[in-house]
C-alpha cells in the first residue's frame, strides 16, 4: 500500500488537496482492496481555513507524520507566504530524500521550486502564475497548457481541477491505467488520459 501526505496550510485552495485526496482514497485493486492510504499533516493540528472560508482537521504535524510514499503539495493563496517559513521548507526537502514521489498542483510548486527540487527540471503551475515562475525561477523549464508535468521523482500540475487529472496519471503509472480508469469511474470523472 502506497501511502500519501497531502500538506494543508492557511488559505490552501479546497480543490487542490480534496481532489487528489478522493483519487487517492478511491484507488482499489481488483479485488476492493485499497491500495492507497492518504493522510493530511499541517504545520499543527489547529484548525486550518481553506481559500474562501473551509475549515479542516489535519491529522498529523510536520513533527510527527509518519513515513510516507508520496507527498502532494496543494496551491492556494497561502502558499504567497508559505514559501517563507524555512521550517515548512525543510521539511519538505526533508521529505524529499525520504519519499518515492513529491507532487504538487497549482501554486504547491512553488513551494517545490523554493526548496530547490525542480531546478534542471520541466514543471507547471496554475496558468496565472507562469509568469512568476519563470521569473523567479529562471532555471525550472515551465511549461503552459498542459494538465500535468511528470519528472521523474517530481510530478506538478496546473491548477485546481488539473490535479485531480495529475492524480489520476499518477495511480496510472503506480498501479496500471485500468486502475486508474476505474478509479476515474467510481468516481464519476472524465480525465485527461
Known sequence: MKKVAILLFEDVELLDFAGP???????????????????????????????????????????????????????????????????????????????????SVCTGSFLLAKAGLLAGKQATTYFGSIPTMRESYPDIEVLEAVR???????????????????ALHLVARLFGKPVADATARGIEYDYWA
Not at 22 to 32: N, P, T
Open 21 to 103: 485526496y478522493e483519487v487517492f482514497s478511491s484507488v482499489r485493486s481488483a479485488d476492493g482492496t485499497p491500495l492507497m492510504e492518504v493522510l493530511s499533516v499541517a504545520e499543527s493540528t489547529e484548525l486550518v481555513r481553506c481559500r474562501n472560508g473551509l475549515v479542516v482537521q489535519p491529522g498529523y504535524t510536520l513533527k510527527n507524520c509518519p513515513t510516507v510514499d508520496i507527498v502532494l503539495l496543494p496551491g492556494g493563496r497561502g502558499t504567497v507566504t508559505a514559501v517563507n517559513r524555512p521550517h515548512l521548507i525543510n521539511w519538505i526537502i526533508a521529505r524529499s530524500q525520504q519519499t518515492e514521489l513529491m507532487t
Open 148 to 166: 500535468w508535468v511528470d519528472a521523474g521523482n517530481v510530478i506538478t500540475s496546473a491548477g485546481v481541477s488539473a490535479g485531480i487529472d495529475m
